[in-house]
């Protein structure tokens, strides 16, 4: 059974700083992954999606890279902004493509301080 | 170009309650997810229709149940509310039949369950 992990829990840095959102799994036979990105009672709005055979995806100051084998992603985050306050989430979907039936971690609350 | 529309987006049911949750994928998407979110489990995945199919289903009791209209609208029903089901209901659309691409969700249906 795949299991997704994602550290730090919660994290607080001052605007300004570089920083790197960690997430791991444990079966690394996965199609791909996403991470998304949750405001407080909102709905997830996806920031990138890496396929199996890519190791990385930019988008503006994100950089997402993805080390299938060691069943790893991390999330880079360029020059925070207090607008980067959210919840990061990462998903897998498994390698026989099941449908849409993702695998979330338990995200990373991110704050950024003025 | 509209995006996945939730309703309600909140109501509160009472226990023994049934309760119908609707959504309405991004136009020509064909795949509709249906995933809860609470603070303990996060977010599990409940269910996917495509071309008003069930194709996936998630480890849900049998009070769970949905289905998908030929506009590729779906809905989701929980009956006999229990208090553990209070939550966020998050429906996701994706394009076509190979499920490559992103997954694009709404702003969700928060339920609580008194």
């Known amino acids: 059974k795949q299991e997704v992990t994602q550290i730090p829990a919660a994290l607080s840095v001052p605007e300004g700083e570089n920083l790197v959102l960690n997430c791991s799994f444990t079966d690394s036979a996965i199609y791909n992954l996403q991470w998304f990105r949750q405001d407080p009672g909102k709905g997830l709005t996806s920031l990138l999606l890496?396929?199996?055979?890519?190791r990385e995806q930019t988008s503006g100051r994100l950089n997402a890279s993805l080390d299938k084998s060691s069943g790893r992603s991390t999330l880079y985050i360029a020059a925070s902004q207090p607008g980067d306050s959210a919840t990061y989430l990462c998903?897998?979907?498994?390698?026989?493509?099941?449908?849409?039936?993702?695998?979330f971690g338990g995200g990373t609350r991110l704050m950024v301080k003025p | 170009k509209a995006g996945v529309t939730q309703t309600p987006r909140y109501l509160i049911k009472t226990r023994g309650q049934q309760v119908t949750l609707s959504c309405s994928p991004i136009?020509?998407?064909?795949?509709v997810s249906w995933y809860q979110q609470t603070p303990g489990q996060g977010l599990q995945f409940l269910f996917e229709?495509?071309?008003?199919?069930?194709?996936n289903k998630g480890n849900f009791p049998g009070r769970f149940s949905g289905r998908q209209f030929s506009n590729s609208r779906s809905e989701m029903n929980v009956s006999t509310l229990e208090l553990g089901d209070s939550a966020l209901y998050l429906c996701?659309?994706?394009?076509?039949?190979?499920?490559?691409?992103?997954?694009?969700f709404g702003e969700g249906s928060r339920l609580t369950v008194l």
């Open positions: 229709y495509f071309s008003e199919t069930q194709r």
């Open positions: 998903a897998v979907r498994p390698s026989n493509n099941a449908g849409n039936m993702l695998t």
């Open positions: 136009s020509g998407h064909r795949s």
């Open positions: 890496i396929q199996s055979s890519q």
């Open positions: 996701a659309s994706s394009p076509g039949h190979l499920n490559t691409g992103e997954l694009f």
